[in-house]
DNA sequence: GACATGTATATGTGCCGTCATATATAGTCG
DNA sequence: CGACTATATATGACGGCACATATACATGTC
């Protein structure tokens, strides 16, 4: 479902090939949301039966054809809608809570491990946000940011929230599944 | 990949109907996962076909009669051996922050209600999640809790944690884009 | 008496996503 | 010279998941 929105998103900043919109999930969206390649190629056709996009071939010597897609008014109407719209209410599926809510299971070290590996993850996770948000300051600084500019900094910051919060959470629960040893009073 | 996981978890603590594991689902983990019943029943299937689970047909009256799931042996391994390993790379999608990076191009006061409504359901989250704390802990109030137990509170106070974030990440990004106007000094 | 709800299992259909593969040319690296 | 990477589009196969629907009986509600 989103996948659609997400492209005719793209596309309202500007003409796009499914080449160039598979650059642009990876290298803008990446940190959030993940899209096949040739599932994009699949929803652009389906764009285009619905009328919300338009194609014209571009030629070009030395590489191949690009196939350039335009967004359309019915497709910026449905845009809109949905970015105005209420959530689809989205399935919760956290595999992670799922291990965990059967690891009473496992023996004392092995969950120890479970979770340390998962801490780990989380934080190489949040050096990657965190390097990513520095690279934009960095970028950034001094200028005045404006209002699209600010949402796409908000979504990095959410990320790095979030991992923050599930380190936090991890270690909480390592602390109280392990406690460190304290000297008798 | 992960329901036949989570069906082997719940098997692991008893046998089970496919009846019994829906409502399983939809009681214990239904805050962070959610299961098709039409699906239990292919994985169930698919289980038995893999040696991982046992039927028997237990005969009821007055209501139809229930296929009993028990896990094997080979049942165990593979759940010990999902527990343990490392985590499947799961392609992370979400939908909200896909909607606040492409937001600029709303009207701001379209974008201040899909963030206010944003940070209403997830309020409505909270409550429900902090009820369902609140009523474990009067349930356990007083005993000790073993580590099954603690790990299953983890998965709640881990939904918790997290929806928090997300109030004060929105509740942040509205006050950073909707400054409360300030008398001159 | 009709209708809804609970218990219980199962199939059909269709969408979406992933992975593999095909094709064609230009440039780069060892 | 051969292998790999980048540019660019497309299809086939397969699996998972959601939603609808079927069946059957008992009990409770208006």
Redesign the pocket.
């Known amino acids: ?4 929105h997400a492209i005719l998103g793209f596309l309202s900043l500007r003409p ?8 642009a999930f990876d290298e803008s969206v990446g940190h959030f949301w ?6 994009i ?6 764009l285009v039966d619905d009328g919300h996009v338009e ?1 014209r ?2 030629e ?10 335009r967004i359309t008014e019915a497709g910026l109407r449905e845009l809109d809608g949905w970015l105005t719209g209420a959530a689809e ?1 989205r ?1 919760m ?1 956290e595999p992670f809570l799922l291990k965990i809510f059967f690891a009473g299971r496992l023996a004392p070290d092995d969950l120890k491990a479970v979770l340390t590996r998962h801490v780990d993850t989380e934080r190489r996770r949040l050096e990657t946000l965190t390097g990513l948000a520095d690279g934009l300051g960095r970028l950034l600084a001094g200028r005045d940011i404006d209002l699209p500019q600010r949402l796409r900094l908000a979504t990095l910051d959410n990320g790095i929230r979030h991992t923050r919060t599930e380190i936090e959470w991890a270690d909480a629960l390592l602390e109280q599944i392990d406690p460190p040893s304290r000297p008798d009073r």
Chains 1, 2 share one sequence.
Do not use: C, F
Not at 1 to 4: C, D, H, T, V
């Open positions: 479902m989103s996948l659609r796009m090939s499914g080449y160039d919109l598979k650059k993940t899209a096949d390649q040739a599932q190629y699949r929803a652009l056709a389906r194609v071939t571009v070009q010597t030395g590489r191949p054809d690009r196939r350039e897609h209410p399935p599926r």
